[in-house]
């Protein structure tokens, strides 16, 4: 079957949110969903995710499922809020438990926080499926950018997250904690092992240079092709020499202070403290 795609792009932090539903349904899941988040003066706001929830109220949608591909470090997840809203379980892969461990540390969380993945609803492992309606999903662990990273397999649509962008963009960095770019590299033969017809929707577009749009749907075939990283006469050793080389070159993100502390906690704010607020911590040099 053919899922059926709706984009949101959030061109703050260039993210794309999709609801995939079954054609023969109104079940959907929603992957890699945004909570707005004001650097500056620490406040958020829910305008990108009331406008998934409003398209999932205007077409009476059900919502089975709030995906995660990884633990987003350029912005926010507002799975919590989503599902507040409309329903669905939050799922991400189980290797939240390692991204977990690693900044719970580098955040010094101390023991109250839970470092076993149990702030999500599902874990998903490489070879698990699930359904949205009757459409099976399958999960390929697809690491390298983060050590959790997922590529959600829904009918004929693959969702890759930030482990593959557009054919002329290339690919996500792999020098956070836990990265690897020869990781990186087997992950991606993973996802150009489906068919070539396969669809590809990437977690993020930054518009290389040259193009007037922002896009984000390929396919497997235009990836295998051309790919600018990872295409057709590129080979391993030539990847993961020039990818380290450009992560070498690469700032932190803006947010990723923000995103890591609340996304591990699976879209929520730390803990409030005895006066009622939300703190978010600054490790300096800690990163």
């Known amino acids: ?11 703050a932090t260039f993210t794309v949110t999709y609801i995939v539903k079954d054609p023969n349904s109104s079940s959907v899941a929603i992957v890699d969903s945004v909570l707005d ?13 009331d406008a998934v929830i409003d398209h999932v109220r205007k077409h009476d949608l059900r919502v089975e499922w709030i995906l995660e591909t990884h633990v987003h470090a350029d912005h926010l997840s507002a799975a919590p809020y989503i599902q507040q809203q409309v329903g669905g379980k939050i799922g991400i892969g189980e290797n939240i438990r390692v991204v977990q461990d690693t900044f719970g540390k580098v955040f010094n969380e101390g023991t109250e926080f839970q470092r ?11 070879g ?26 829904v009918g004929e649509a693959a969702f890759v997250g930030d482990t593959l962008f557009m054919p002329d963009f290339g690919t996500a960095r792999c020098d956070f904690p836990g990265g690897s770019a020869d990781t990186m590299w087997d992950s991606i033969q993973k996802i150009l092992a489906l068919p070539d017809e396969t669809r590809i929707f990437v977690g993020h577009d930054y518009k290389a240079e040259g193009r007037d749009e922002y896009a984000w749907e390929t396919t497997v075939g235009a990836q295998k092709r051309l790919n600018k990283h990872v295409g057709e006469g590129k080979s391993k050793e030539d990847f993961v020499r020039a990818r380290n080389e450009r992560d070498a ?11 890591l502390q609340v996304n591990m906690r699976a879209g929520q704010m730390p803990p409030a403290e005895d006066n009622g607020t939300s703190y978010l911590k600054v490790p300096v040099n800690g990163l």
Request: glycine share 6%; proline share 6%.
């Open 37 to 49: 988040f004001d650097y500056a003066s620490g406040r958020t706001d829910t305008r990108s995710a």
């Open 1 to 11: 079957m053919k899922a059926e795609v709706t984009a949101f792009f959030d061109e």
């Open 249 to 259: 070159q690469l700032a932190m993100p803006r947010l990723i202070i923000p995103s």
């Open 116 to 126: 076993d993945g149990s702030q999500f609803d599902a874990l998903f492992k490489e």
């Open 128 to 153: 698990d499926s699930f359904h949205i309606g009757q459409m099976r999903g399958d999960v390929l662990h697809t690491p390298g950018h983060t050590p959790a990273c997922l590529t959600y397999v």
